[in-house]
């Protein structure tokens, strides 16, 4: 018998005859002629049409077992886990980087005695680009918008004191051949701290898309290759580290670049679904790798549709885990989370309205189910975050967290027609997205094709022309604009200035000090796993061991697997 012969509706169908007829007179008898007519013109953010009115007749097939379920228990629309926030609150992780290791670390230690729960790093784009301060292309870049690491002596600096058999990290090296060199430096670094591999736990960000189709660089590696490194990094770190997420596929800066939530989520589950393929291809169990597969949402201002978003998310990544793959682990279905706010959503313009904004999305955040968080800070659109800034958006989590009273019962909107509704038409949308990319021959087809980049950029483009006609209102920027608050002054950091200088200092002494015999030696391993196709991560691990830099190993990524130009779109 099939799913849908199984179903068993949670409403009585002669009961919907019912509500629907006493809605048409209700429309009839209470709404003006204006108001109907202006039913449809309302859409959410992704432009699904936004009714005046949700009853049990917009979710008349609803079936309780299948749709929505218990928590912990398939479909895992209610969350991943039976007691969601009363056994595990969710982690708060904010996002920091800025200057030289040793500033970093300072920082990570202010946030941790504040109450942060998890650390969450980021680079300088030199570092995610896979070059050393001293190289031509970083010039003046260096510790600008992220910390600098040139060599694995850098992470032990960020990490001196921080015990990470204890605190999860979650390291954004955005790009898979940045996490291949970043990852084996840290566990390197943990090696040599005497700490078992099998304590660590925490994140690397590793998505192709992030290096092929929403950054830009002079200098990328083709979209199969970054794909390659990609399901390097997966199949390695499940190996190594049993308790670490190896990827955490990046909706997050896919939707700040310019695409809507169901293009955030069906990249995203596309792009799991292509490393799954090639790593069962490898040999590897689908129920070894996918337990620890993790996802990465951007949370905006649509605030039913976001956590409607998170909600389907579940449903479809089941689905797919159980139809498609055919897996056996329970774990293997869960669809684990971490969510930041939206950057793309906070103006310089009235800057502390941000701090309403980001708040506003962090709750949707929880409502949606998420395992981790990040507030983004109210001073974001100048520079990196004061202390005073960053502190502000701790407690807004601490404040969720210890004073809403919503943490002690799960999925507390579960129910509402309108949210079940949103729920069943983003599940539809991201599948028949995901569709599409199939279509064309997988994600990473579809990238080297140009038609990723075009998806993003049109998408962007309708949206900055809904904000510039004030169809999307921006409160104090094209809506209520108040010339005077738009003054008010703000502390903006200030980033420190001898970064690039102590960096290039201490690479000169590292590469006088270390045995560049067997760094040569090391470097040429990595160059012919890059020829043969083996996962090259092992020989990149002794590479760092060995005290190579980042910049050595990944010009050997850019000279064996050439240069790719984005495609004109």
Not at 71 to 89: I, K
Not at 275 to 297: H, K
Not at 305 to 334: G, H, Q, T
Request: with cysteine; net charge negative.
């Amino acid at each position: 018998m099939s799913e849908a012969e199984q179903r068993r509706p949670l409403f009585h169908s002669e009961r919907i005859a019912e509500i629907q007829s006493q809605t048409q007179r209700w429309q009839q008898s209470c709404l003006s002629e204006a108001d109907r007519r202006q039913e449809g013109t309302y859409v959410t953010a992704s432009g699904i049409p936004v009714k005046l009115l949700y009853t049990p007749a917009d979710i008349a097939d609803l079936d309780y077992e299948q749709d929505l379920g218990f928590p912990g228990q398939p479909p895992y629309v209610r969350g991943v886990y039976p007691n969601m926030y009363r056994g595990r609150p969710f982690t708060m992780r904010q996002l920091t980087g800025f200057g030289s290791p040793e500033d970093l670390n300072r920082r990570i230690k202010f946030m941790l005695e504040h109450g942060g729960t998890g650390v969450n790093i980021l680079f300088d784009m030199p570092t995610i680009r896979g070059y050393d301060s001293d190289a031509p292309q970083a010039e003046g870049n260096v510790g600008q918008c992220g910390t600098s690491v040139d060599s694995i002596e850098d992470i032990a600096a960020i990490f001196q004191d921080i015990p990470i058999d204890k605190v999860s990290a979650s390291i954004v090296t955005h790009l898979p051949s940045t996490t291949t060199i970043i990852f084996c430096m840290y566990l390197a670094m943990a090696q040599e701290r005497g700490i078992d591999p099998n304590l660590l736990a925490g994140t690397t960000q590793d998505d192709f898309i992030m290096e092929t189709a929403v950054g830009s660089a002079p200098e990328v590696i083709p979209p199969r290759h970054s794909f390659r490194l990609q399901c390097d990094a997966v199949e390695f770190i499940r190996q190594q580290a049993p308790r670490w997420n190896p990827i955490s596929y990046n909706g997050y800066n896919l939707r700040e670049a310019g695409t809507d939530a169901v293009q955030e989520v069906g990249v995203a589950i596309a792009n799991a679904i292509a490393t799954l393929e090639e790593l069962i291809r490898r040999g590897n169990d689908v129920d070894f790798i996918a337990p620890r597969l993790s996802f990465f949402w951007d949370l905006c201002n649509d605030f039913f549709e976001e956590i409607a978003k998170c909600r389907a998310s579940r449903r479809v990544w089941y689905k797919i885990m159980r139809d498609r793959f055919r897996a056996k682990n329970p774990r293997s279905y869960l669809m684990r989370f971490h969510v930041q706010t939206a950057g793309i959503s906070l103006p310089a313009i009235e800057p502390h309205n941000n701090i309403v904004r980001s708040t506003i999305q962090g709750l949707a955040a929880i409502l949606g189910g998420a395992q981790s968080l990040h507030i983004d800070s109210y001073d974001e659109a100048f520079s990196v975050p004061t202390e005073e800034a960053a502190l502000v958006s701790l407690r807004a989590q601490q404040i969720i967290q210890a004073e809403t009273n919503i943490m002690n019962t799960v999925d507390p909107l579960a129910g509402s027609y309108f949210v079940e509704y949103l729920t069943n038409e983003m599940e539809r949308r991201i599948f028949d997205y995901v569709a599409e990319i199939e279509r064309m021959g997988g994600l990473v087809a579809a990238v080297d094709k140009g038609w990723l980049h075009r998806q993003i950029a049109e998408t962007a483009y309708k949206q900055q022309k809904a904000i510039e006609s004030g169809e999307m209102k921006v409160v104090g920027v094209n809506f209520l604009r108040s010339e005077a608050a738009s003054a008010q002054p703000i502390d903006v950091f200030c980033y420190p200035e001898d970064t690039e200088e102590k960096q290039r200092a201490k690479l000169k002494k590292l590469r006088q000090s270390r045995d560049n015999h067997r760094v040569r030696s090391c470097l040429e391993e990595v160059r012919r796993r890059c020829q043969t196709g083996e996962n090259v991560m092992p020989a990149v691990l002794e590479a760092v061991k060995a005290r190579a830099t980042l910049g050595e190993i990944h010009g050997i990524y850019r000279d064996v697997f050439g240069l790719w130009q984005f495609p004109l779109i």
